[in-house]
């Protein structure tokens, strides 16, 4: 298993910034990428951005492109997602997830932090 323990996160005017960080543990070389997805109030869970294990490449919702930046550091596990220009829109229930090599679904979530951005 892969256990994920998230941080950050709060409540920041529009056009401040935060970061998330989400730390991985247990069988961390089945990874195959690790992605951030948001769920909004009453809305359903949405794509924010990926970053696949093997080589680093990335990926964002366009949602969020220009803003948000996810990295890592290998030596600690964690995955980072940099978001900044925030607006009354992005906020949301941020999770980190894990997907394992030779599955198609996300498999593995963190407990959820919550970002609200005020107007």
């Known amino acids: 298993q892969v256990q994920l323990v998230q941080s950050g996160g709060g409540l920041v005017q529009a056009g401040g910034s935060l970061r998330l960080s989400c730390v991985a543990s247990?069988?961390?070389?089945?990874?195959?990428?690790m992605g951030w997805f948001r769920q909004a109030a009453g809305k359903e869970r949405e794509f924010v951005a990926r970053m696949w294990w093997s080589g680093g490449s990335t990926d964002y919702a366009d949602s969020v492109k220009g803003r948000f930046t996810i990295s890592r550091d290998n030596a600690k596990n964690t995955v980072y997602l940099q978001m900044n220009s925030l607006k009354p829109e992005d906020t949301a229930v941020y999770y980190c997830?894990?997907?394992?090599?030779?599955?198609?679904?996300?498999?593995?979530w963190g407990q959820g932090t919550q970002v609200t951005v005020s107007s």
């Open positions: 247990g069988r961390t070389f089945s990874m195959s990428d």
């Open positions: 997830a894990v997907r394992e090599r030779a599955r198609s679904l996300y498999n593995y």
